[in-house]
Structures are given as structure tokens and as C-alpha cells.
């Protein structure tokens, strides 16, 4: 079964600073999505970004981008010029064939001002 | 569109209750689910459905039951609460046609199991 390691609980960083959150799989196929999901204390799941494995080029969205490392079977989030509005729980899923998607434990992450 | 929703937000139950949490979309998805998230644990599929009269188990089923007679709903049913059973619980749906797609979330029902 694949599973989704996310190693920091926790972690913080100044406001307009750049921060990296990491994020380790571990699965036997070789076609699958990574995806970066933020949870405000809203509660709605918003999808950050996304990563197709078979795509070298690793994906950006504004001031989020991504280090995806196939063969190390990692996929770390780097948030740029980091916003009040980014606090939130940020999770890691890998997508199974068929749309079923795996989570990480998540972490938390705190802007300071 | 509403995208997905889901009734109640917030449940309170006693042991051995039943109840169900109701969730609909209005994208005609075929793909819907259920998550469960607990604290420490991420989220974890509870059930999927690929379609209308089809339905499937996922990674912690016990306890929980669901049915798929129309595209748009998709609940999910407690037989007999139990306290482990308290959890946030998301719905979410996918577009058809590909087998790996983004899936939208529902706004959570936070339940509460004495």
C-alpha cells in the first residue's frame, strides 16, 4: 500500500520569507499524482498544486512551487514571500489509480508578522 | 454551481445512534468519496463510488455504510455510533473520463460521538 510521510508537525516562518515543507512517499508504480492541499481553519480543502509523475518539469502556481524528486520518491512544497493568509494545515496526497487519493499526517504552518 | 455540500456541519450523536451525513454535487461527477480526518492522521478514504450503483470500500470501512442510486448524492450512513467514530468527515467528487483527477471537497461535517 502506498503511504504519504510528512515529517514536520509543525513549522513557521516570517512573513515575505520562503519556507519548505517536505514530503516523502513511498509506492511501486510508476504513473501518479502528488498534490498539495492547504486547510485553513475554515476547514475547506483547497487544492494547492499538483505534480503528473511522468512530467520531469516540476510544477509552479504563483508563489508555490514544488522539487519533485522521482527517483528519491520526494515532493517538497516551497511557499515564496510567504502571506498571513498561508497559515494553515498542509497535506501531501498521492493519487492511486482511479482517484483514490493518500494523505500524510499533515503540518501546520504559522506566518508571523 | 454549488460544487459539493454537505449537510449537517456540525452532529452530535450518543452511542449507539444512527445517523446520515448527506453529501451532493451538482458537476455531474462520477467520481465521489469519503474521508474521514482525525487528528495526526491526515484524511482516509472511507468509501468511493465510481458511478451510480456502484460502490467500494476503502481504507477504514468498518462502521460505515453507503449508497450510490443517483450521480449527484452519495451518503453516508452510521448504523450505530460508536466514540472512535468521532472525526471530521469530507466528501469530495471528481469530472469522469480521465483516472487521475483533481477532486473537489465539501466544507466537512464535524461529528461528535458520546
Known amino acids: 500500500a502506498q503511504t504519504v510521510t510528512q515529517s514536520q508537525p509543525e513549522m513557521s516562518v516570517q512573513e515575505a520569507e520562503t519556507v519548505t515543507l517536505s514530503c516523502t512517499y513511498d509506492?511501486?508504480?510508476?504513473?501518479?499524482?502528488l498534490f498539495w492541499y492547504k486547510q485553513p481553519p475554515s476547514r475547506q480543502m483547497i487544492l494547492v498544486i499538483r505534480?503528473?509523475?511522468?512530467?520531469?518539469q516540476n510544477a509552479t502556481e504563483n508563489r508555490f512551487s514544488v522539487n519533485f524528486q522521482k527517483a528519491a520518491k520526494s515532493f517538497s512544497l516551497k511557499i515564496s514571500d510567504s502571506q498571513l493568509g498561508d497559515t494553515a494545515m498542509y497535506f501531501c496526497?498521492?493519487?492511486?489509480?482511479?482517484?483514490?487519493?493518500?494523505f500524510g499526517a499533515g503540518t501546520i504552518l504559522r506566518v508571523k508578522s | 454551481n454549488a460544487g459539493v455540500t454537505q449537510t449537517p456541519k456540525f452532529q452530535v450523536l450518543k452511542t449507539g445512534q444512527s445517523m446520515t451525513l448527506q453529501c451532493a454535487q451538482d458537476?455531474?461527477?462520477?467520481?465521489m468519496s469519503w474521508y474521514r480526518q482525525d487528528p495526526g492522521m491526515g484524511l482516509r478514504l472511507i468509501h468511493y463510488?465510481?458511478?451510480?450503483?456502484?460502490?467500494d470500500q476503502g481504507e477504514v470501512p468498518n462502521g460505515y455504510n453507503v449508497s450510490r442510486s443517483t450521480t449527484e448524492d452519495f451518503p453516508l450512513r452510521l448504523l450505530s455510533a460508536a466514540p472512535s467514530q468521532t472525526s471530521v468527515y469530507f466528501c469530495?467528487?471528481?469530472?469522469?473520463?480521465?483516472?487521475?483527477?483533481?477532486?473537489?471537497f465539501g466544507p466537512g461535517t464535524r461529528l461528535t460521538v458520546l
Open positions: 469530495a467528487s471528481s469530472p469522469p473520463g480521465r483516472d487521475y483527477n483533481e477532486q473537489f
Open positions: 509506492t511501486s508504480e510508476n504513473n501518479y499524482y
Open positions: 505534480q503528473e509523475a511522468y512530467k520531469q
Open positions: 496526497a498521492f493519487m492511486e489509480y482511479g482517484n483514490k487519493l493518500v
Open positions: 458537476m455531474n461527477h462520477e467520481y
Open positions: 463510488s465510481v458511478g451510480a450503483g456502484i460502490t
